[in-house]
Structures are given as C-alpha cells and as structure tokens.
T-cell receptor, first 111, second 113 residues
Framework: GEDVEQSLFLSVREGDSSVINCTYTDSSSTYLYWYKQEPGAGLQLLTY?????DMKQDQRLTVLLNKKDKHLSLRIADTQTGDSAIYFC???????????FGQGTELSVKP | EADIYQTPRYLVIGTGKKITLECSQTMGHDKMYWYQQDPGMELHLIHY???????EKGDLSSESTVSRIRTEHFPLTLESARPSHTSQYLC????????????FGQGTRLTVV
C-alpha cells in the first residue's frame, strides 16, 4: 500500500533556512501536500503541488518534487520562531481520494 | 477560515463509558474524514464518508463507529471506551469534485482512564 516517510525532528536557528524532506511510494499520486500543525490545533494546509510540476514557490515556501526518486521537500526561507510546529507531508490516494500522511516532522526554531 | 468544528476539545472519561465525538462543517462538503493521531504524531485514517448515508472504514482498524445522517455532521462513537482509545481524533472535510484541500477541525484529545 501507499507509504509516506519523513524524518521526525529538525532544529534550526532563527533566520536560517529549513528543509523538510519526505518520500512517498505511490507514483500515481496527482497531488502532494504540506500541512502544518501548531500545538493543540488541527492541521492547516500550507501548500500543495501537482505531480506534473517540479517546483512551486509561495513567499517563503518552496516545494521541490522529484518524481523519479519520489521525493518531496519543503524549504522555509528565513525561518522564524513562529514556524515551530509539526509539518506533515501527504499524498492523495487516487483510488478513494483519501490523504495518506507521513509521521510528521517536528521543526524547532531556536532564537 | 475553515468552518469545521469538533466538540469537545478535551475529554477525560472512565473505562467502559460510551462517548460520541462531534464534528460539524458548514461548508456543504460531501467528503468527511476521521483521523486518529498517535502520541508520536502519525495520523491514521479510521473512517470516511462520501455523503449522506455513506460510511467507509479507513486504513487503520478502529472499534469506533460513525454515522452520516446529515451532510453537516459526522459523529464518531465509541460504545465502550478503553485506555487504548486514548488519542487525538481529527475530523476533516473536502468537496467531492475538488478535494485538493482538506479542511481540518482542531481535534478532540481523548483520555480514557
């Protein structure tokens, strides 16, 4: 079945760039997503990328997609303390349209 | 701003009690989902629905049940709570025709003692 893998923790200093990585297994996924979860809150969609794209940029966020390696990354430029959260990578299951989530990467931003 | 609400936000309950977690959305979305989030953060799909009177089991087996009598509501019920049910439960919804974005509620943190 589909599987999405992420590293669990990332720690960066304020002002640095953060890169969160994700690998997935379903090559037929049409959409791949990045969600953010702040403490005690639900998930908030940050950005998504269509599978025929290699890159998508939205302000401080850059998503890179390598379809050959089934690798997705999220780069946050000029990381701020407010970016501290858990970031989930997800792919859309084309059979039922369900979202398959990774384990989440906890980003810690130190001042 | 997403209009999807879950109640209660926090619940501590004794073993053997029956509980219902509520989820409501005012966006007219046909698709609704329940995810269970482990203490280690991973989300697992436990139930989903494509519309009224449609309910399906997700990828993770769960002793909970759901119903979809109205488009807006997708309650989740545990007939007899156990400590192993302690978790965070997240409800989400999306449209049938364009679910590029699923909107999530704030979650219900359930503790069974």
């Amino acid at each position: 079945g589909e599987d999405v893998e992420q590293s669990l923790f990332l720690s960066v200093r304020e002002g640095d760039s953060s890169v969160i990585n994700c690998t997935y297994t379903d090559s037929s996924s049409t959409y791949l997503y990045w969600y953010k979860q702040e403490p005690g809150a639900g998930l908030q969609l940050l950005t998504y990328i269509f599978s025929n794209m290699d890159m998508k940029q939205d302000q401080r966020l850059t998503v890179l997609l390598n379809k050959k390696d089934k690798h997705l990354s999220l780069r946050i430029a000029d990381t701020q303390t407010g970016d501290s959260a858990i970031y989930f990578c997800a792919e859309k299951d084309n059979q039922g349209g369900k979202l398959i989530f990774g384990q989440g990467t906890e980003l810690s931003v130190k001042p | 701003e997403a209009d999807i609400y879950q109640t209660p936000r926090y619940l501590v309950i004794g073993t053997g009690k029956k509980i219902t977690l509520e989820c409501s959305q005012t966006m007219g979305h046909d698709k609704m989902y329940w995810y269970q989030q482990d203490p280690g953060m991973e989300l697992h799909l436990i139930h989903y629905s494509y519309g009224v009177n449609s309910t399906e089991k997700g990828d993770l087996s769960s002793e909970s049940t759901v119903s979809r009598i109205r488009t807006e509501h997708f309650p989740l019920t545990l007939e007899s709570a156990r400590p192993s049910h302690t978790s965070q439960y997240l409800c989400a919804s999306s449209t049938l025709t364009d679910d590029t974005e699923a909107f999530f509620g704030q979650g219900t943190r359930l503790t069974v003692v």
